[in-house]
């Protein structure tokens, strides 16, 4: 479903020259299946996040990406979300003045414009919005809120969860979806998460430790390591790193 | 005596052309004390030599006294002798008109310049909503306002969108407990200026100043006001937020004056525009002059560009770029809506602020 080869990727920030951040990264996520990528700090996780979804500043400069065999790169951000591509956020945006559930609907509309679809009725938008707030133990008064404005680092992960329930998307990456969460929080969200699972779906799941693929269940684990994809594994590769760390396959020190 | 500046000459050949008892007023005052030029405090960035070029053809004044309680001269008497501004827009006036409380008022001007008396007794509530029309001549408009103790007035000013320019002022006096409401919705012309002066002469007054500012190409939108506190136990909130766009410029100049007897003042005034492309330009100069010791005030100012990360948050959902802007730019314009604004105005100013988004 998603393939990536021998992709790099450069970085120019506003106050500084460019970086080379990905260094030649290969992944093959094919529809139905998990896949968790792990790394230390600094690895590239996140610019791999936001050269798939197609943020400014971040720059291929070799290989490719393909979403269903077709070229996802050429494509600006907004048309890979109506494809299917949804990033969970590690730093979720305030936007303020924009309700949660006004931006979601927005959200949805323009996704089923590109697809040539009809818009949602308002009584099945609601509707959905109920079951996802319901199942994500989001407080419907939250929904009405500006969006992130004032929400703790907890509630804003849920949003993203409730954004992913309500906008469906074939292909999700969650960045570091587990940072801020408490332990219950931590259930919820990967409730949500896996009732998105299915066979014509996959997930990229990036997060620094292995707690959270203890609830959501990866068939392959990737170690990340200076923008390179060093070691591959089933789940017990997790585990391995929990207790050796990184630099037990990183090979540094 | 001052120099004839250019902007005198203009004036005076305007008033001249006039030829009625106020317009001679206001080009003795003219001459006598000048008008402001680009080295004046407060015009630098709004010159009002621009808005003379568009002062048109003299035209045939007519009588305009008829119905209203008060004359131009005797309007223009109320105003300091310097403010040859008020002077200008007054002598130029074509049209009066007054409010003294009550049922709401709904001011529809095309005119070239007004005088307008707003008079509410103790206790009195009123609501003056004002549009001001398209045009293709120079309007100016003065408005003097006295709220007596515990009166309350709600204005809102519009000012459409114009190739020419205009110039309005409102000269305001609050007395102990009144209630002053302002809110203006300026999409800019070629030259405009909605400058507000507030005089808190009785304690315990409230001043709520908000605005929002819409600059185009080739179009400037200037909101300045000033309030002096002299009683004590006022309470002045000011919020206003602009966007220029590549050729457009926009102004805000606040200042609050704390005088010494202005104690337990409780005073906000903020200020946040977007340059929505290369090429615009925002001016913003903020002032708080305070001589009492006992007093609460704060004013914030920013200028900066959409924020990035936002724009690209909305697009990860799908929403297209420039919707993605539209949406973050008009939710940032809307922040500045006052809650005491009907429902039908309010949806009118989103409606003027949604169409201005979208005819970029």
């Not at chain 2, 501004?85 to 529809?108: F, K």
């Not at chain 2, 005034?269 to 492309?277: S, T, V």
Request: net charge negative; proline share 4%.
């Amino acid at each position: 479903m998603l393939e990536l080869k021998n992709l790099h990727a450069r970085v120019t920030p506003e106050d500084g020259p460019a970086r080379e951040i990905l260094k030649g990264v290969s992944l093959s996520v094919p529809a139905g299946e998990v896949h968790a990528v792990m790394g230390p700090n600094g690895s590239g996780k996140s610019t791999l996040s936001y050269v798939l979804t197609g943020r400014n500043g971040y720059e291929v400069t070799e290989g490719s990406a393909t979403f269903d065999g077709a070229d996802l790169l050429s494509l600006p951000p907004e048309e890979r979300a109506a494809k299917g591509l949804f990033l969970s956020f590690q730093y979720p945006l305030e936007i303020a003045g924009v309700p949660v559930m006004t931006f979601v609907r927005a959200a949805m509309n323009a996704q089923r414009k590109a697809r040539g679809e009809p818009e949602i009725s308002a009584p099945d938008f609601l509707r959905a919005s109920k079951a996802a707030a319901q199942k994500l133990k989001i407080d419907p008064e939250m929904l009405k809120r500006p969006l992130n404005v004032g929400f703790s680092g907890g509630e804003k992960k849920r949003l993203e969860i409730y954004q992913m329930l309500m906008l469906a998307p074939r292909f999700m990456i969650l960045d570091e979806t587990d940072s801020g969460l408490d332990i219950d929080a931590l259930k919820v969200v990967a409730e949500g998460v896996n009732a998105l699972r299915g066979k014509d779906r996959a997930m990229l799941v990036i997060t620094h430790y292995q707690r959270l693929l203890d609830y959501i269940k990866s068939d392959k684990v990737h170690v990340l390591s200076a923008g390179r994809i060093v070691k591959s594994g089933g789940p017990e590769l997790a585990l391995e790193l929990e207790k050796s760390g990184y630099d037990s396959v990183t090979g540094a020190r | 005596m001052a120099a004839a500046s250019p902007e005198v000459e203009a004036a005076v050949g305007h008033l001249a052309q006039n030829g009625s008892e106020v317009s001679a007023i206001a080009e003795d005052r003219i001459a006598e004390f000048g008008l402001p030029t680009r080295r004046t405090e407060g015009w630098r960035w709004t010159p009002l030599r621009r808005a003379l070029e568009d002062a048109g053809p003299p035209w045939v004044r007519p009588d305009i006294t008829t119905g209203v309680d008060f004359s131009l001269e005797g309007l223009l008497a109320a105003f300091r002798p310097s403010d040859t501004v008020a002077a200008l827009a007054l002598g130029l006036a074509d049209d009066a008109w007054e409010y003294g409380g009550g049922a709401p008022l709904q001011i529809d001007s095309r005119s070239r310049g007004t005088g307008a008396r707003i008079v509410l007794n103790p206790g009195q509530a009123g609501v003056v909503v004002q549009h001001i029309r398209k045009t293709e001549h120079l309007q100016t408009g003065a408005a003097l306002i006295d709220l007596a103790p515990g009166a309350e007035l709600s204005l809102v000013l519009i000012f459409e969108d114009s190739s020419a320019s205009r110039i309005a002022l409102n000269r305001v006096r609050l007395g102990t407990g009144a209630t002053y409401r302002q809110f203006v919705l300026t999409e800019g012309a070629k030259l405009s200026r909605v400058e507000t002066e507030v005089d808190i002469a009785g304690a315990g007054a409230k001043v709520e100043l908000s605005g929002v500012y819409l600059a185009a190409a080739r179009r400037h939108a200037d909101l300045t006001s000033q309030v002096i506190l002299n009683a004590e136990d006022a309470e002045v909130r000011q919020l206003v937020r602009g966007v220029a766009r590549k050729g457009g410029r926009g102004v805000f100049q606040g200042r609050f004056k704390v005088e010494r007897v202005a104690q337990k003042t409780d005073a906000q005034m903020e200020h946040n525009a977007l340059l929505l492309e290369e090429g615009a330009e925002i001016f913003a100069k903020p002032e708080l002059e305070i001589y009492a010791d006992d007093v609460q005030c704060s004013h914030g100012n920013t200028a900066g560009q959409l924020d990035e990360n936002a724009i690209f948050y909305l697009r990860q959902r799908g929403i297209p770029e420039i919707e993605a802007r539209a949406m973050i730019t008009r939710a940032f314009l809307i922040e500045a809506l006052p809650d005491w604004l009907d429902e039908a105005v309010r949806g009118e100013v989103e409606q003027r602020i949604d169409a201005w988004l979208g005819a970029a």
